[in-house]
Structures are given as C-alpha cells and as structure tokens.
C-alpha cells in the first residue's frame, strides 16, 4: 500500500484551514522550530459547534492534554484525538488568539498588526463557510505555563526543527491553524520570529 500525503504550507503569520474527513490524520509540523500554532476545529454539519478548550479540560479535569486524550466540542461530541507529540509537549489551552486589539491594548502597538483572530475569519470567507466566532484555541507549542497554581508565565517555545504533533478527526471537520504573528513578546523561539509551518494530512481512505 502506497499512502498518500498531502502537504499545506503555513506562511508566517498567516492562517489556512483545510477539510477533514473522519478518520485523516494530521501533523502539525515546525519546520524551523519555535513557532506556536494556533489551531481550532469545526465541525462541518454545524460550523457554529467547535473544538473547546474549555469543555476538554472537564472532559480530562486538567489544563494540558496528552497524547492519547480526546478533544471534544462545545456540544460534548469528540471532534479530535490527540494521537502524538515529539515537542516538548507544551501547548497552552489558556490564552485567547490575538487579535488588533491586543496588540494595541498589552503591547502599545500603534495601527494594525496581523493576528490568530483575522487569521481565522479570512480562511472562513475564503472556503465561503459561515463564520460565528473566535473560541479559545488550542496554541500548540505554545509554552505559556501555570505556576504557583495560580500564575502565567510566557516562556518561548523550545520546539525544535521538525518536531510536529499528529491530530485524527474523529467527525468531518474544518481544520483550522494560524501561524502567530506575535513578536513583540518572545513566545516564538528564542528571536521572536514569526515562522513557517506545514499540515502533513494523510487521508483515511488512502490508508485503507
Ligand atoms: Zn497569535
């Protein structure tokens, strides 16, 4: 059997959101190392229903999931398996996407910034899907941590070259990822340096 792989560059700091079948797999590789990745899923039979943070940490009752752990929606149906990681294994499930206002407001950043949040809403108006809003994404890579059981701290992604975490839809989803855009804090590596990344998809039908 010959599997197929379809490969979908990730500028910097731009976004891109791909079809998913039940069942395709999909890394989320960092080419250069470094790079947080914000990433979300919608389901396809009801774009409004996503992929939450919020509803998979009571589905697991802690803050970061593992490799084996399922990602579910707002409406409690699995969307996702979180089927491996070689990264550090450090992915914020916290922190909100940018967005224009963030950089003005925490950062002084005068007039626009490219952000996560515009990011998404320009992939929706390119597939023509219906847009309903920004949830909280999953930032892989992102090492954002908790200390004192009460704090954040940003620390930079220690992600090297390569490194990737592999995803398979469970439902038909969209699949939806932005490459931050942040540098005015250093989340991004040691630099700061927005980078590229890619989407390796290997479709469930190609494997059977
Ligand atoms: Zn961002």
Redesign the pocket.
């Known amino acids: 059997m010959t599997e197929t792989m379809e490969i979908t560059k990730v500028p910097a700091r731009r976004g891109r959101m791909i079809a998913l079948d039940a069942g395709d797999l999909v890394d989320i590789v960092n080419v250069h190392g470094g790079q947080?990745v914000?990433t979300w899923a919608f389901a396809r039979d009801n774009p409004a229903e996503y992929m939450s943070m919020e509803h998979s940490h009571v589905l697991h009752y802690r803050l970061n999931f593992r490799p084996g752990d399922a990602l579910c929606t707002d409406n409690w149906r699995t969307i996702m398996t979180f089927v491996e990681d070689t990264s550090p294994g450090i992915h914020d499930t916290l922190c909100p996407?940018?967005?224009e206002p963030s950089y003005n407001i925490f950062y002084g950043h005068e007039g626009y910034h490219d952000?996560?949040?515009d990011?998404l809403k320009g992939q929706f108006e390119e597939l023509g899907v219906p847009f309903h809003r920004v949830p909280t994404?999953w930032?892989l890579f992102m090492e954002t941590i908790v200390e004192n059981s009460n704090d954040l701290k940003d620390m930079p992604s220690t992600t090297r070259p390569g490194q990737y975490v592999r995803l398979r839809a469970e439902i038909d989803c969209y699949f939806a990822v932005?490459a931050?855009?942040?540098d005015l804090i250093v989340i991004n590596g040691d630099d700061g340096v927005p980078r590229d990344v890619e989407l390796h998809v290997r479709r469930a039908g190609s494997r059977s």
Request: hydrophobic share 15%; net charge negative.
């Open positions: 947080v914000d996407a940018c967005c952000n996560c949040s990011n994404p930032n932005s931050c855009p942040q």
